[in-house]
Nanobody, 126 residues
Framework: QVQLVESGGGLVQGGGSLRLSCAAS????????MGWFRQAPGKEREFVAVISWSGGSTYYADSVKGRFTISRDNAKNTVYLQMNSLKPEDTAVYYCAKPRFIATMPKPDTSDFGSWGRGTQVTVSS
């Protein structure tokens, strides 16, 4: 069973930046796309970004497009989320997720993801 461990969250002022990391265990990391989701208090978990297994394709939620960048380093079994121009509405717990199926680009929906980290808190002050 893969383990996903997020890090890099914290408190930041509006307009600031944070870089999240997700370290994955196992030997098949480079064969799977990877995604980031977030969940704010009282709201459902929502899609943020996804990256293909090779890193050649990415897809973002409209709410973060142009501000967030997803990337990966398959040699380090790690996926990143660079977050710039942060807004108070970006405040949430951010989760790293691995899709259910190998080598496919998953739908931007929680149903296509089968493994989740515990999350890292991001708080943006106004």
């Amino acid at each position: 069973q893969v383990q996903l461990v997020e890090s890099g969250g914290g408190l930041v002022q509006g307009g600031g930046s944070l870089r999240l990391s997700c370290a994955a265990s196992g030997r098949t990391f480079s064969s799977y796309a990877m995604g980031w989701f977030r969940q704010a208090p009282g709201k459902e978990r929502e899609f943020v970004a996804v990256i293909s297994w090779s890193g050649g394709s990415t897809y973002y939620a409209d709410s973060v497009k142009g501000r967030f960048t997803i990337s990966r380093d398959n040699a380090k079994n790690t996926v990143y989320l660079q977050m710039n121009s942060l807004k108070p509405e970006d405040t949430a717990v951010y989760y790293c997720a691995k899709p259910r199926f190998i080598a496919t680009m998953p739908k931007p929906d929680t149903s296509d993801f089968g493994s989740w980290g515990r999350g890292t808190q991001v708080t943006v002050s106004s």
